[in-house]
């Protein structure tokens, strides 16, 4: 995220197609407030809904890329969109071996300047 503000997102379940997902915030590596579980639909793409509601141009392109100590084989997915003036671009790397989204990676960009990242960190059983 920005301004040192930090998000960590973790899949603690997935039960009957619906993913718990614990979210936890920080800034400059200090909590803000406590850990958060929403429920999410496992099956939804919300890469695809936001290029909807952006109206994004959308490219995908075959890529392999290391995350978690692993080579994954992904999709790599561009959207270029404009908003009140500012041109974003958001490439999000996509395996179907991740659970839920399958986000390996994103990167985001507001102006040609970093506005926002992701990255796989772990993967599989703690």
Same mark, same amino acid.
């Given at each position: +995220?920005?301004?040192?503000?930090?998000? %960590?997102?973790?899949?603690?379940?997935?039960?009957?197609?619906?993913?718990?997902? *614990?979210?936890?915030?920080?800034?400059?590596?200090?909590?803000?407030?406590?850990?958060?579980?929403?429920? %999410?639909?496992?099956?939804?793409?919300?890469?695809?809904?936001?290029?909807?509601? =952006?109206?994004?141009?959308?490219?995908?392109? !075959?890529?392999?890329? *290391?995350?978690?100590?692993?080579?994954?084989?992904?999709?790599?997915?561009? !959207?270029?969109?404009? %908003?009140?003036? =500012?041109? &974003?671009?958001?490439?999000?790397?996509?395996?179907?071996?991740?659970?839920? &989204?399958?986000?390996?990676? +994103? %990167?985001?960009?507001?102006?040609?300047?970093?506005?926002?990242?992701?990255?796989?960190? !772990? &993967?599989?059983?703690?």
């Amino acid at each position: +995220m920005r301004d040192d503000q930090t998000e %960590e997102v973790r899949i603690i379940a997935i039960d009957a197609g619906i993913a718990g997902i *614990e979210l936890k915030m920080s800034w400059r590596g200090k909590p803000l407030g406590l850990p958060t579980i929403r429920p %999410e639909r496992a099956d939804e793409d919300p890469i695809a809904a936001h290029a909807r509601r =952006v109206g994004a141009q959308v490219t995908v392109e !075959e890529a392999v890329l *290391e995350a978690a100590g692993r080579r994954w084989p992904c999709r790599l997915v561009t !959207e270029d969109w404009l %908003e009140e003036g =500012v041109r &974003y671009v958001r490439r999000t790397w996509i395996c179907e071996a991740v659970p839920v &989204y399958g986000i390996v990676r +994103m %990167e985001q960009t507001a102006d040609g300047q970093p506005a926002a990242s992701m990255d796989l960190l !772990e &993967y599989g059983p703690q």
